[in-house]
């Protein structure tokens, strides 16, 4: 059972964190509300569409700017009982700094496993969702299960490359279809095998390729073979994953990611960018705890004042970690750091000044 300290503390911890999120939630969709204004006017979009939209926004924007309403949670309500002595007489009672807080980084703790699961989980969903409703239900475009696509350059399996003018989902059809294989050769990724189409059918779990050819490279030779028809069991890549190519890091799993930095290795392309961002969905829910370690300790030692003066700290604390986010991602993409430590720039930062700012206040 929660003593009554540890309610009373996480009652306004959990207030203000609250508030925190709600206002930066927010301030999000009236600023996207303007940007997009001008779409939902043309298209007519009704307000029951737009309502939804933004909707499936809110876990995206949530685990983007929860970490801030942390921090905001975490100054305002223990900066609020330091303001009005309680902060005092706790520690005049016995209570030492390391008890105050305790209850907000074990709530901070669960937290931070919750924004795990929410980006792993519902974020992707959601963003599918919300990009289906700004697609189908506002822009009046057919659905992308039903929608061609031209322009094709996806990256499957096995060292695989898909490249086409055009996808046709009904039936689904390639045309003018290139698929090339790449093998690891030398330290380096080297194209072997490449089978040129004029189109391509999926029949019976498979791509079945029209009038092309086989090529197979080794060296400088090449050796090409005609075929009216090929059938290869091994191109088994969907229909769908031609009809919803996302190929943004922000708005996959970590396994997605995972998965399709395989593909872009097999291929012989640079994964430094996805590898960075790989590791920064496992980084980044960290910073909810981080800056909650990090509030609790300006409260208690440093910040005594308004409403308004927490607000501005946890926004220039807030931007700040952003920047260095930024900082990282650019120094692991530009290979000038590994990816995991590029990733995890701005919460080592961090957590070296929160916990020697927690040493000092409890020494």
């Known amino acids: 059972m929660l003593r009554i300290i540890d309610r009373y503390l996480l009652r306004g911890f959990l207030l203000y964190l609250l508030l925190g999120l709600i206002a930066f939630i927010g301030i999000y969709v009236i600023v996207n509300l303007f940007e997009k204004i001008d779409t939902f006017v043309d298209n007519k979009a009704s307000l029951h569409a737009i309502l939804f939209y933004y909707i499936y926004a809110i876990p995206v924007i949530a685990v983007q700017v929860l970490p801030v ?115 690891s050769e030398a330290s380096r990724q080297q194209l072997w095998r490449r089978v040129d189409a004029r189109n391509a059918r999926w029949e019976a779990g498979t791509w079945c390729m029209k009038d092309g ?83 609790a300790c300006l409260s208690l030692r440093i910040v005594r004042g308004t409403l308004a003066l927490g607000f501005g700290i946890s926004m220039s604390l807030g931007f700040t970690y952003y920047g260095f986010i930024r900082a990282g991602q650019a120094l692991g993409c530009t290979g000038t750091v590994p990816p995991f430590l590029a990733a995890w720039l701005g919460n080592l930062i961090f957590l070296v000044v929160g916990v020697f700012l927690f040493w000092k206040m409890n020494r």
């Open 213 to 295: 050819f086989v090529r197979i490279f080794s060296g400088d030779e090449e050796v090409a073979a005609a075929f009216r028809t090929y059938c290869d069991s091994r191109y088994d890549e969907q229909p769908d994953e031609f009809a919803h190519l996302k190929n943004d890091p922000l708005y996959m799993s970590r396994q997605q990611l995972k998965d399709y930095i395989q593909r872009i290795r097999e291929s012989g392309a640079r994964v430094q960018e996805y590898l960075v961002n790989y590791h920064l969905k496992a980084a980044f829910p960290l910073a909810n705890f981080i800056m909650v370690l990090l509030g």
């Open 69 to 183: 309403a942390m921090l905001l949670g975490a100054i305002l309500s223990l900066g609020q009982l330091r303001k009005f002595n309680e902060i005092t007489a706790m520690q005049a009672s016995g209570i030492s700094p390391l008890r105050i807080t305790s209850p907000l980084l074990v709530c901070a703790l669960v937290i931070t496993a919750a924004a795990y699961v929410l980006s792993e989980k519902v974020m992707p969903a959601a963003y599918d969702r919300q990009t289906e409703i700004m697609e189908v239900k506002i822009k009046k475009c057919r659905p992308a299960a039903a929608r061609g696509r031209s322009g094709i350059y996806y990256m499957g399996r096995c060292g695989r490359v898909y490249v086409a003018q055009a996808f046709s989902p009904q039936p689904p059809v390639l045309t003018d279809l290139s698929v090339q294989h790449f093998r």
